[in-house]
């Protein structure tokens, strides 16, 4: 009982830091409203950024497609929905998580 206590204390924690920790873009890309759950892997450029966000796949994809605009190209693989924009310099992966949607943005080069 102690360590369930311990454990949800630990995950309530950590969904308070993560959602303050979520900036509003990345790298000029911006993140889909009230993302949660944000982790950075590098800042200098190339550079991701994974969260989550409370929606499915398809309200994912049209908020980025009207922020971005018309992508590169856009498909589907392995259940994932793959958007590239600038010459494939953004790139956004779309996958589903539980009750919404995983986002994965990477940046290789700013344009």
């Known amino acids: 009982m102690k360590n369930s206590l311990l454990l949800a204390g630990l995950l309530v924690s950590m969904a308070g830091h993560a959602t303050t920790n979520c900036p509003a873009d990345f790298h000029q890309t911006p993140l889909y409203p009230e993302a949660r759950f944000c982790q950075s892997f590098d800042d200098k450029l190339p550079a991701s950024l994974s969260y989550h966000a409370n ?24 259940g994932r929905r793959v958007l590239q924009f600038d010459q494939g310099q953004k790139v956004v992966v779309l996958s589903a998580d539980g009750q919404g949607t995983q986002v994965d943005i990477l940046v290789k080069s700013s344009s």
Request: aromatic fraction near 8%; hydrophobic fraction near 30%.
């Open 55 to 78: 929606s499915d796949i398809q309200q994912a994809a049209d908020f980025y497609l009207q922020q971005l605009g018309t992508p590169d190209n856009d498909e589907t693989l392995k």
